[in-house]
């Protein structure tokens, strides 16, 4: 079976315009949440948002460009144009054939598709721009890629929630290890905030109305954040041919459902994932040092992973670290895996911790030592980043540090 490894990353979102902006702002433990402002509503009921701050479309992309480009796009797009440079990967001819693009959404184009229903039915307006089908498609951001690339292999979209971004990166796997490909350029991207997303996830009653608190006591429930990461993939046998710098083993992806309820998590269907994972990376439990989780901060999610933690685990998940960087840059949906894979990824190269901030003190249903406020130093061999998504999704990635 083919060895895949991961040489380059890039990232937008809320804590920075590119993955060492965003790594930095984890080792600092500093939060991207912050009051939710540009919706024009007074009766919301959720305060604060982590949305992506200081980025301007017009230094990324020209204006002709622009018009093809809702905000899932152009993340996706400057994500993937961080990645490739840090790698130094270029494909062209035959190369390009044998490169492929999977990104994970799960929304799409939602800028786009309420700009066209507030013209339709708020406005009263008929006419929509010819090019929103183009704009508001899941797939835009992957095709997208590959138009600016000049990839010609497998190029598609990945839809399954809080999990797409996982299910991308596990897609991108598995066509490499089967001969499909060489290259890939995998990740996740969501452009949520908008008003009709805020009062949908408001109407669940999910919503936290201060900040992310996973695993603490006194949590409140989730905040809704944004942004892309997008990383370059490589057989290790291609990596190494071209001398690239490897920064991490993809070494194992697990994949299950629930098959139990559509909202509500299942300790045994993510504990399933999480073995799978361990189990086609070769790994035992205790090889393992560190869960990047899916840590909502919501009560059911949240004891309920560590249910299953502790399941997989046994007694070695005492000695488990288990952060949830979604208290620094908030759930960012169908790309909440990929900027934690940022997370995971540094961790495992740097060997520090990120934390989990916003912690007030233990709650006796989550006994797990979470890395609480401040970043930790501690050599780490191997990870696993958890996504677990409505509809019982789970997709868990195994990582290795490379030496």
């Not at 433990?29 to 980025?55: E, F, H, M, N």
Request: net charge neutral; glycine share 10%.
């Amino acid at each position: 079976m083919q060895r895949v490894v991961i040489t380059g990353m890039g990232c937008v979102s809320p804590l920075g315009l590119t993955a060492t902006a965003t790594w930095q702002a984890m080792r600092e433990g500093r939060s991207g949440i912050a009051p939710l402002t540009g919706l024009d509503a007074p009766d919301l009921r959720t305060p604060v948002a982590a949305q992506i701050k200081g980025y301007v479309a017009g230094d990324h992309f020209d204006e002709k460009r622009l018009v093809l480009l809702d905000p899932v796009s152009q993340y996706a797009l400057v994500a993937a144009r961080e990645a490739l440079a840090q790698a130094g990967l270029r494909c062209e001819g035959e190369a390009a054939e044998r490169a492929a693009v999977v990104i994970g959404t799960g929304i799409g184009g939602a800028a786009t598709q309420e700009q066209m229903a507030k013209r339709l039915y708020g406005e009263g307006n008929p006419r929509v721009h010819p090019m929103t089908i183009v704009r508001v498609m899941p797939n835009a951001p992957a095709a997208q890629i590959s138009l600016e690339m000049g990839w010609r292999g497998p190029v598609f979209a990945v839809g399954s929630a809080c999990a797409s971004a996982n299910h991308a990166l596990a897609q991108a796997l598995m066509m490499l290890r089967a001969g499909i490909a060489d290259v890939a350029l995998a990740g996740g991207v969501e452009a949520c905030i908008t008003l009709s997303t805020v009062k949908a996830w408001e109407a669940m009653r999910v919503m936290a109305d201060d900040t992310c608190r996973p695993f603490s006591q006194g949590r409140r429930g989730l905040v809704l954040g944004e942004g892309a990461a997008v990383f370059v993939l490589e057989t290790l046998e291609h990596a190494q041919a071209r001398g690239a710098l490897i920064l991490a083993e993809l070494a194992g992806a697990g994949m299950t459902a629930d098959a139990a309820d559509i909202v509500m998590p299942d300790a045994g269907g993510a504990a399933r994932a999480m073995r799978l994972a361990l189990a086609q990376g070769g790994l035992a439990p205790q090889d393992v040092d560190h869960v990047n989780a899916h840590g909502t901060g919501t009560p059911a999610n949240d004891r309920t992973e560590t249910r299953a933690i502790h399941a997989v685990f046994g007694s070695h998940a005492r000695e488990l670290a288990v952060s949830s960087t979604k208290s620094m840059h908030g759930h960012a949906l169908g790309a909440g895996g990929a900027i934690e894979l940022v997370a995971v990824v540094c961790a495992l190269r740097e060997g520090v911790l990120p934390p989990t901030i916003n912690y007030l003190g233990p709650d006796p249903e989550c006994d797990l030592d979470v890395v609480p406020n401040v970043a930790r130093e501690r050599p780490l061999r191997a990870a696993l980043s958890n996504s677990f998504a409505f509809g019982g999704l789970n997709a868990v990635l195994a990582l290795k540090r490379w030496a």
